[in-house]
């Protein structure tokens, strides 16, 4: 089949780049897969990913053996034959959620002189609205006489869930300002059977942008009502159920309270969107709103173990959790860092454990002690805080980890622990958003 269709480039592995490569390679293409760091091109060609994602290293190692999947630094080696070019950077942000596209441009023009006549770059990597147009302009500009096309098709991948959600997409968003491009990416993803949306490049940019600045509203939406019912005694989760089954709302709305949404890519969309408004002389106060509220989020949740505790000074506090969301490795921009941070700065001392962290990224971040099991964790502790919601958690033993602790205080900002057992077991328990209610110990 991927012979039938031509060879594929995908250029920059990390999360995106890693996925794309392996899953097109196990749909039949012959993949190579383009990235500068040396070290990292060894360790693909290994079958070692950059980063953990269930089931990755499986089918990365599977077409690796069958001769469908392998990686190289050299893009012009890459590009020699391919009928498709992706950028599938992971585009990085700064502390600020700004992102920095120098990274897509540099190797639009490096392309430019190894692309073939009559090939299609198709850009997955996020980016703002209008990218996709200078890209198209930075590759004519460094090969006037290049025939190419140009598409935006964005990715919608879940870190824990990439595999599926790349095979089993519930929608794919094709953007071309050709129709004959359009056709050329429906001949790429024919494998996949997923209803397309077909529509010119901006309207597919923008469409990234909007599916994200919903999904942030959302989450902060569901994290303001479970602010409110804390100080009103009502239950978050409970009026989150009766939500989901207005058929207006749905079963899947992300309305489940407790921490900011973080890792950087739903507030890139809002921070694209809100600069965008400034561009145009437009105020958009919900942009502007959804994110203040969320930035001050994970301040109201130390805020509620503070008020408990009545001050981290000389205390040992532990938190289970330190990837940015269950199912990956990867620490980047991560909720537990910024409790962490604040629990630190006001003279607690902090141990961590996550059982999926980078060992790499762990070491880059101070102010935390790493363990190497849970019950480390829970040794002596003054408080417990679950961030991150890896399944195995709710499988500890309980009781155990009650009788290391100092201070059986166990505050849930997932709320995926049953309450009524954590008060049996002897913890002091918190959720967020459950009226402000605590089950004593």
Not at 86 to 91: A, H, K, N, P
Not at 150 to 155: G, H, S, V
Not at 204 to 226: C, D, R, V
Not at 414 to 424: F, G, K, P
Request: glycine letters at 10%.
């Amino acid at each position: 089949m991927g012979a039938q269709r031509g060879s594929v480039c995908v250029i920059g592995i990390w999360h995106l780049g890693a996925v794309t490569a392996a899953c097109l390679a196990d749909l039949g293409y012959t993949v190579v897969g383009v990235d500068k760091d040396s070290d990292k091109v060894e360790a693909l060609n290994r079958g070692v990913p950059p980063l953990f994602e269930p089931g990755l290293q499986e089918m990365m190692a599977k077409n690796i053996a069958a001769g469908r999947l392998t990686f190289t630094s050299d893009l012009a080696e890459a590009l020699g034959g391919a009928s498709y070019a992706l950028i599938t950077y992971d585009t990085p942000v700064d502390d600020n959620d700004e992102v920095d596209l120098s990274g897509i441009f540099a190797v639009a023009e490096d392309l430019a002189g190894h692309l073939g006549d009559g090939a299609t770059i198709i850009v997955s990597s996020q980016v703002p609205v209008g990218t996709c147009e200078e890209i198209a302009a930075a590759v004519r500009q460094a090969n006037p006489s290049l025939n190419f096309g140009i598409a935006y098709t964005p990715e919608n991948l879940r870190l824990g869930q990439a595999i599926q959600r790349f095979k089993q997409p519930e929608m794919i968003v094709i953007g071309a300002d050709s129709e004959a491009t359009l056709q050329r990416v429906e001949q790429l993803l024919a494998p996949i059977e997923a209803p397309r949306v077909r529509v010119d490049l901006r309207t597919a940019e923008m469409t990234k942008h909007a599916i994200n600045a919903f999904l942030a509203t959302s989450i902060t939406f569901a994290n303001e009502i479970a602010n409110l019912c804390d100080e009103a005694g009502a239950d978050a989760l409970r009026v989150a159920e009766a939500l989901r089954l207005d058929s207006r709302i749905g079963p899947g709305a992300p309305l489940h309270p407790g921490l900011g949404f973080a890792g950087g890519t739903l507030a890139r969309d809002l921070k694209v969107l809100r600069r965008l408004s400034e561009r145009h002389g437009y105020e958009a106060s919900l942009i502007n709103a959804v994110l203040a509220v969320n930035e001050r989020q994970n301040g109201v949740v130390v805020g509620r173990l503070r008020r408990i505790l009545g001050s981290f000074d000389g205390l040992s506090v532990g938190v289970l959790g330190l990837t940015y969301k269950a199912g990956t490795s990867t620490l980047r921009r991560s909720a537990a860092l910024e409790i962490i941070r604040a629990i630190a700065t006001d003279g607690a001392a902090v141990k961590a454990h996550d059982p999926k962290a980078d060992p790499e990224e762990v070491r880059l971040h101070g102010g935390f002690t790493f363990c190497d099991d849970p019950y480390a964790v829970a040794e002596g502790s003054d408080a417990l805080v679950l961030v991150t919601n890896w399944p195995q958690f709710r499988e500890l033993d309980f009781p155990r980890i009650r009788s290391l602790m100092r201070n059986p205080v166990l505050l849930d900002a997932q709320n995926m622990l049953d309450a009524d057992r954590m008060a049996e077991a002897g913890f002091r328990y918190i959720g967020v958003g459950r009226g402000g209610r605590e089950r004593p110990a």
